[in-house]
């Protein structure tokens, strides 16, 4: 089995995670009024969570270049399990199957973010625990 560089991994996986989130945030609130003819949510929930998302792409980048990379991988983990649920609740709100299965996707992409995280975690030296 190849050994696995957890430092490499760990920052391509916060590198993807915060541009996947910039371009998912933007899109979000642009699409705000079109989202809301297909989820039963406010067009301003869209704006407002779609500019969070932006913010915390901002945040994860910082945390990469500020604070020990096991730190930044556990934080940005744990937000990405929690974000995983709240996306996959909010596709209850989804008004067809195929929006669901759109929302859910985007749930999907979000856990395997931290799965990476997670796998690059344990691949950590234990000189890098920082």
């Known amino acids: 089995m190849a ?6 991994l760990g920052r391509w996986s916060l590198r993807l995670d915060a541009a996947y989130c910039a371009v998912l945030g933007v899109a979000v609130a642009l699409a705000a009024p079109h989202l809301t003819q297909v989820v039963t949510l406010p067009a301003m929930v869209f704006v407002v969570a779609g500019g969070m998302v932006v913010v915390w792409a ?7 270049s500020r604070v020990p990379l096991r730190w930044a991988l556990r ?12 996306v996959a609740v909010a596709s209850a709100t989804a008004a067809t199957l195929l929006v ?3 929302i859910l996707a985007i749930a999907i992409d979000i856990a395997l973010f931290a799965t ?3 796998v690059a975690l344990r691949a950590l030296p234990a000189r890098a625990q920082g």
Request: a neutral charge; aromatic letters at 4%.
């Open 75 to 86: 934080l940005v983990m744990a937000v990405n399990v929690l974000a995983t649920a709240v």
């Open 3 to 8: 050994h696995i560089n957890g430092e490499k």
């Open 116 to 118: 990476s995280q997670a």
């Open 58 to 64: 901002g945040a994860v980048l910082w945390l990469l």
């Open 100 to 102: 669901v299965l759109a």
